[in-house]
C-alpha cells in the first residue's frame, strides 16, 4: 500500500492542524496505522496508533488530550487532529500502516507501509 501525507504547515503556539494520510489500496480497512514524528536531531517517535475498525487508539504522553487519531475506511484515510501546539510539537510527520488483525503495534519496527512525511513547524 501507498501512503500520502498532507496537512503539515506552520502554525503559532496554541494553534491547530489536522494531517492526513491517504492509503492507495482499498484493503485499507485491514490495517492498523499509526502516526510518528522526527524532530531535528531526534530519533523517530511513536504519537498514535489505531486500530483497522478506529474503535480503540493509544496516544504517546506528550500528545494525550492534544491530539484525535481517527480514520475513514470508505475514504481510505486517516487523520491526526492536533490541538494546542506546542513548539516541542515541531517535527516531520510520517502515516505508517501494517496488515494487523486485533488492536495496533505501537513500535517503528511493527510499520512497514511508510508515507513521505509531512513538516509541522510551531512557532512560540
Known amino acids: 500500500v501507498q501512503l500520502q501525507a498532507s496537512g503539515g504547515g506552520l502554525v503559532q503556539a496554541g494553534g491547530s492542524l489536522r494531517l492526513s494520510c491517504a492509503a492507495s489500496?482499498?484493503?485499507?480497512?485491514?490495517?492498523?496505522m499509526g502516526w510518528f514524528r522526527q524532530a531535528p536531531g531526534k530519533k523517530r517517535e511513536f504519537v498514535a496508533a489505531?486500530?483497522?475498525?478506529?474503535?480503540?487508539?493509544d496516544y504517546a504522553y506528550s500528545v494525550q488530550g492534544r491530539f484525535t487519531i481517527s480514520r475513514d475506511n470508505a475514504e481510505n484515510t486517516i487523520y491526526l487532529q492536533m490541538h494546542n501546539l506546542e513548539p516541542e510539537d515541531t517535527a516531520v510527520h510520517y502515516c505508517?500502516?501494517?496488515?494487523?488483525?486485533?488492536?495496533?503495534?505501537?513500535?517503528?519496527?511493527?510499520?512497514?507501509?511508510w508515507g513521505q512525511g509531512t513538516l509541522v513547524t510551531v512557532s512560540s
Open positions: 505508517a500502516g501494517r496488515l494487523w488483525n486485533t488492536g495496533y503495534p505501537m513500535n517503528i519496527q511493527s510499520y512497514n507501509f
Open positions: 489500496r482499498s484493503t485499507f480497512g485491514n490495517y492498523a
Open positions: 489505531l486500530d483497522r475498525s478506529g474503535e480503540k487508539s
